[in-house]
């Protein structure tokens, strides 16, 4: 079974490049590294690690950097400033990235709807059948809850199967959803509306070049119209129209 560390925090000296705002009791500095070994040393296998607000407020860099050199240990929790116009795109891009696993917010967020297909529907109409709704979602064949690490074997069989080499990730499977919604002509503004984006930027930067008529079609539905214009006569064309003429009568 493994053992997860709900919480922990990793930081760097206070130095000018990455600045403290305030102070969190501790030592002065627990570096990703360090962290880790402090979890081998006492049989902790993994840890939800939190960007210590306390240190550098809606800047979670150094948590990213600490989950870049160790993927298979943290899990990154990001703070963010619920009062900011964009907080609903703070949060898309946070939950577009690996590793990522909430938001911690001081006030109670937007409630979120996502659309689903009739088959989407009635997966979890099925999954859902008299349970609960307190009762997890999803579970194991043999009735087990899902934990963090567990859907990585049957994900890299999955790949081994399908020949996709590198293997992907199960928060991919987001991005396959969002590749094939565009590449069949979904507008990108609903891709990003059920994604979770307050406006398409994200979506246009990563998916927009899979729907190769997506700009083409936008112009000719929305472009203002002007009416045909008749091509002008040109001394060419007056030439030809005698010229014409001229062997009719003849």
């Known amino acids: 079974m493994l053992t997860i560390d709900a919480q922990v925090h990793a930081y760097e000296r206070n130095h000018p490049g990455r600045p403290w705002v305030g102070t969190l009791t501790g030592p002065a500095e627990v570096t990703g590294t360090q962290m880790v070994a402090a979890m081998d040393a006492v049989g902790v296998d993994g840890a939800i690690l939190v960007s210590p607000f306390s240190m550098y407020r809606y800047d979670a860099s150094y948590a990213k950097q600490v989950y870049a050199a160790h993927p298979d240990r943290f899990g990154v929790i990001k703070p963010v400033n619920a009062n900011d116009p964009k907080v609903q795109d703070v949060i898309a891009e946070w939950a577009d990235m690996p590793g990522t696993v909430a938001i911690r917010i001081s006030k109670t967020g937007k409630p979120r709807h996502v659309v689903l297909t009739d088959d989407g529907a009635a997966f979890f109409e099925q999954v859902c059948l008299h349970r609960a709704g307190s009762?997890?979602?999803?579970?194991?064949?043999?009735?087990?809850?899902?934990?963090?690490?567990?859907q990585l074997r049957p994900m890299n069989e999955a790949c081994r199967r399908g020949k996709i080499d590198p293997p992907i990730n199960f928060h991919a499977l987001r991005h396959t959803w969002a590749s094939l919604a565009a590449m069949n002509g979904v507008p990108l503004l609903i891709v990003a509306k059920n994604l979770g984006h307050s406006d398409t930027r994200?979506?246009?930067?990563?998916?927009?070049?899979?729907?190769?008529?997506?700009?083409?079609?936008?112009?000719?539905?929305?472009?203002?119209?002007?009416?045909?214009?008749?091509?002008?006569?040109?001394?060419?064309?007056?030439?030809?129209?005698r010229t014409s003429k001229s062997r009719g009568q003849a």
């Open 135 to 150: 009762e997890p979602m999803l579970l194991k064949e043999d009735g087990s809850m899902w934990r963090k690490s567990h």
């Open 202 to 241: 994200m979506v246009e930067k990563h998916y927009g070049h899979l729907a190769p008529s997506y700009i083409a079609d936008a112009i000719r539905a929305g472009a203002p119209r002007f009416g045909k214009v008749k091509p002008r006569a040109t001394s060419q064309t007056m030439i030809a129209t």
